[in-house]
């Protein structure tokens, strides 16, 4: 804390403004008082504040309202609203309008002095998102997809070779990992990229109203048909057509889509016409075909028509070098979204963020981070403005990660006791060399590269691990390790 830090009370009681004065004084900030809004509003004219802590109820302009001014005058000033009057109804409007907190008389001075460290580490302790930072976004993106993996990377290639053909595209993996924006990409870099782009979700619909979706219906042709309808087949003509959940899809519809492709063309239901069939066929699924088409739930001639280009976007968790950049481009939504620009990961967020195991993908990250903005309002997003199921795996992998360093150590120790005894047992030896190898990359990790660190965790001579370190040929730079002696 230092003399640097203004802080500003508005209250129109002399003895609060004083109790305040004094318990922030404690911790060296520097505190300036006001008796009503206008006072304050002068004062915010010249000052910068950490925080404004204003009372809601006062003679003339209310905390509110001098809050909506003061907004006008420093767009980013965080206000802290406190009253005696604790009700629903203050809090909700309070927090409605983007009050930084909130809090009730009497006052709990430990509360104050954490809000006072929050919004001090939000200046201080933390550095947003650079320019460098969102070029990096739009380096790694085609599109709406983001990533700078190499699985993504090579998902990037393979739209690039083939978009511009009207071969079908068969994109695979698991719920909320993009597939909708791959096939997207693919069509927004094709050349049917002016023509539409229609999806259906063949999942979402029975079988009797997505044979209908699909091709239209004549009218009169079944009962509920009162007008002629044009199918998802007619409204993408000269486009592309997404038929996403394809595994969902019942036999019986799949032997029709397959004489569409086959024949190029189609009937509405009830119809005597054929209509063409102008479309790109790309499909997606979160389901294994293979499996499916073992129990005849889906046809091995449709699969192979599908099948011509096939994509697989893998997990989240199996790509997590593109995590932050995620995060971030949702971030940037986010600031469009509410037209502002001061939401950034702090480590320890980006730290928790890399360590989950997303499930849900992408489409659970970016639920955390519009939650994260939401409770933020401003500055960093930390780690309290995460879900509470992110904050246990975090220290679930923490204690896990502990008990395998100490497996590691007992099997090094060992090693190191019985080394002699097998050096001749090729196999054995093999497979120990292999442990201790992990056992110090992993340790090295730990340690940030500091091996007086890692030694002494180890039980062995500093020169004892360098040698090892040497003879095993650990890539220090590939394992991301600092080499601090």
């Known amino acids: 804390m230092n003399k640097s830090h203004k802080i500003l009370i508005v209250d129109d009681e002399e003895s609060i403004r004083r109790i305040f004065t004094k318990a922030l004084e404690k911790k060296n900030y520097l505190v300036h008082t006001a008796s009503n809004a206008e006072d304050a509003l002068l004062r915010i004219n010249k000052h910068e504040y950490l925080l404004v802590f204003s009372d809601i109820f006062m003679s003339g302009m209310s905390g509110l309202d001098l809050f909506k001014e003061a907004r006008e005058i420093a767009p980013k000033i965080k206000f802290v609203i406190m009253t005696a009057q604790d009700t629903m109804n203050n809090t909700i409007e309070a927090m409605k309008i ?103 979700n063949c999942a979402a619909i029975s079988r009797e109203l997505l044979e209908s979706e699909l091709f239209g219906h004549e009218k009169g042709s079944f009962t509920g048909a009162i007008d002629q309808k044009k199918g998802k087949f007619e409204l993408a003509k000269g486009g592309t057509l997404f038929l996403d959940e394809i595994g969902d899809m019942e036999p019986q519809l799949q032997a029709k889509i397959l004489r569409v492709l086959q024949n190029k063309d189609f009937y509405r239901i009830g119809g005597k016409q054929p209509l063409e069939a102008n479309v790109r066929i790309i499909s997606a699924t979160n389901q294994n075909l293979e499996e499916l088409m073992e129990k005849k739930l889906f046809r091995e001639d449709l699969f192979h028509r599908l099948n011509v280009i096939h994509i697989l976007i893998p ?111 090729n196999i054995h030896e093999n497979l120990i060399q292999l442990i201790e190898k992990n056992l110090f990359e992993v340790m090295l990790n730990k340690y940030a590269g500091k091996q007086v660190s890692v030694a002494k965790a180890l039980g062995i001579n500093r020169n004892t691990l360098k040698r090892k370190i040497d003879a095993m040929k650990i890539d220090i730079k590939k394992n991301k390790i600092n080499n601090c002696l």
């Not at 809090?103 to 200046?123: C, G, M």
């Not at 790694?140 to 083939?162: E, L």
């Not at 995060?327 to 967020?349: G, I, Q």
């Not at 500055?379 to 502990?402: F, K, M, R, V, Y």
């Open 315 to 425: 997990p989240l968790r199996d790509r997590k070098e593109d995590i932050t950049l995620l995060a971030n481009h949702f971030l940037r939504k986010c600031e469009t979204d509410l037209n502002r620009d001061e939401f950034y990961l702090s480590p320890e967020t980006e730290k928790i963020l890399n360590s989950y195991s997303w499930r849900g993908n992408i489409r659970e990250l970016e639920n955390v981070i519009k939650r994260a903005v939401v409770l933020a309002r401003t500055g960093p997003i930390l780690s309290e403005h995460l879900p509470d199921h992110l904050l246990i795996a975090d220290q679930n992998t923490l204690e896990a990660d502990d008990q395998l360093e100490n497996r590691f150590k007992l099997l090094i120790q060992d090693y190191l006791l019985k080394n002699q005894e097998i050096q001749h047992e």
């Open 98 to 200: 983007g009050a930084y907190d909130y809090i009730s008389k009497p006052f709990d001075f430990e509360t104050v002095y954490a809000l006072a460290h929050k919004a001090q580490l939000s200046i201080e302790s933390q550095t947003p998102r650079t320019q460098k930072g969102l070029k990096e976004i739009d380096s790694y993106s085609v599109g709406s997809i983001i990533g700078k993996s190499k699985s993504m990377q090579d998902i990037f290639k393979t739209i690039g070779k083939s978009a511009a053909s009207d071969l079908a595209v068969l994109i695979t993996g698991e719920s909320g990992t993009g597939k909708e924006m791959v096939a997207g990409a693919m069509h927004h870099y094709s050349k049917r990229t002016d023509q539409p782009f229609i999806c259906i």
